[in-house]
């Protein structure tokens, strides 16, 4: 079925449904890795300093499927329909992560994460563009603060998981809730907007088209590198938290308080920069303001990194700055025509949290290389990663009250 003909003018709609919870589920299940890495790497046998290697590998594997996952998707769901592509993403994560509960050796453990990152791309980039395409053009930006909010308290929850629920439980517990969604037949309604595009284009979901312009390989790099700055807090900075309180001698940290702080963080961000740029009708100026923020709290977290206390503030604010995700989604889907929209959308997000897959060797390459500590290593990466998100930002064009029903041509 496909909604009505008028577009969605209230937030509370049945496709902001559907593609909330599936956020909700799809950042619960995203994150549980991030919160039981240690725990589930020292119950398999592995100690602590082969847990740090591991760990990376681990979670390069899972971003690695996101990658793969990004492209699979984006293609189906421009090609097939954005519904399909959100409940096969869904139906995909759940069972790897059923799975996950049994897993016993490395390698099956590495395969999991792969497969539970496949089906993690789909449901961001097909759930934004539903809810984009199928409200009003002043009021859509409301409808994807509420998605990526509910996506930020599904990270939220799985912080809170990891101090009750052992490693084994959280991931079979996280499966459950993935297919309850399925089971529950949230009837999200595909949208007009691609109906009548599916008809119109010749070039849906195709990576050569959207590969075929230098203007639009352009716009999409820029979209893709002003996200990454976000997985380089979450990804390596909150992520590697206990790392990083060892070399500063650090008593009393605890990751599951400095990741749930920053998803709170995130979350807060997602709602106030979402408002304020339908407030101010304005999508760039709020993205700025939000990035500097973003640049200042990282700058007040290696500044301040004597205390715990100063950790779980600077993570706080870390993730504040990294809650422009919610306009940054919403920009992306409005720089690209209805028959790239979730190719890109789907990509891009998943390319950025991806990003963490080449963080890793570029953190690590620049240690070797002149010799640095952890801290050290961390802090250049993200000077490169801010600086190139700020320049992206400069060379993308406003795009609030911009019409989707177009394609690129």
């Not at 195709?206 to 807090?233: H, K, Q």
């Not at 709602?271 to 993205?287: A, H, W, Y």
Request: charged share 15%.
């Amino acid at each position: 079925m496909n909604i009505n003909n008028k577009f969605y003018k209230s937030p509370f709609n049945i496709a902001v449904l559907a593609a909330g919870i599936g956020f909700f589920i799809d950042a619960f299940d995203l994150f549980l890795f991030n919160v039981y890495r240690i725990p589930s790497l020292k119950d398999l046998g592995l100690t602590a300093a082969e847990s740090a290697s591991t760990g990376e590998m681990l979670l390069a594997m899972q971003m690695g499927g996101m990658i793969v996952g990004g492209i699979i998707t984006g293609i189906l769901a421009d090609k097939k329909g954005r519904v399909i592509a959100m409940y096969g993403s869904i139906l995909l994560y759940s069972v790897a992560n059923i799975a996950n509960a049994f897993v016993h050796d490395i390698d099956t453990y590495a395969l999991i994460r792969f497969l539970a990152g496949v089906g993690l791309a789909g449901e961001l980039g097909s759930g934004i563009t539903l809810v984009a395409e199928s409200m009003s053009v002043e009021k859509r930006g409301y409808g994807t603060i509420l998605v990526a909010t509910m996506g930020a308290l599904g990270a939220v929850t799985a912080g809170l998981a990891g101090n009750f629920l052992p490693w084994r439980q959280a991931f079979f517990v996280a499966g459950l809730a993935g297919l309850l969604v399925l089971v529950m037949r949230i009837r999200s309604l595909e949208s007009n907007m691609y109906l009548e595009s599916k008809n119109a284009s010749a070039h849906r979901g195709s990576f050569r088209f959207l590969f075929s312009s230098r203007e639009r390989v352009l716009r999409y790099l820029a979209c893709i590198l002003m996200g990454v700055p976000i997985w380089y807090s979450v990804g390596l900075l909150i992520t590697l938290s206990p790392e990083l309180a060892t070399i500063h001698h650090i008593d009393g940290l605890k990751l599951s308080t400095c990741f749930i702080l920053f998803q709170i963080g995130i979350a807060s961000g997602d709602l106030s920069s979402g408002i304020f740029s339908q407030v101010f009708k304005n999508r760039k100026k709020v993205l700025l303001v939000f990035m500097l923020i973003g640049v200042f709290s990282t700058i007040y977290h290696f500044i301040r990194m004597t205390e715990s206390g100063s950790l779980n503030l600077s993570s706080f604010l870390m993730g504040l700055g990294c809650g422009y995700l919610s306009v940054f989604v919403t920009a992306t889907a409005e720089h690209f025509g209805t028959n790239l929209r979730v190719t890109v959308t789907a990509t891009v997000t998943n390319f950025m949290r991806g990003a963490v897959v080449v963080l890793i060797p570029l953190h690590r390459s620049i240690e070797k290389i002149f010799n640095f500590t952890l801290t050290s290593g961390l802090i250049v990466t993200g000077i490169i990663v801010w600086i190139l998100a700020l320049l992206s930002l400069m060379i993308l064009p406003e795009t609030f009250g911009k019409s989707l029903n177009y394609t690129e041509s």
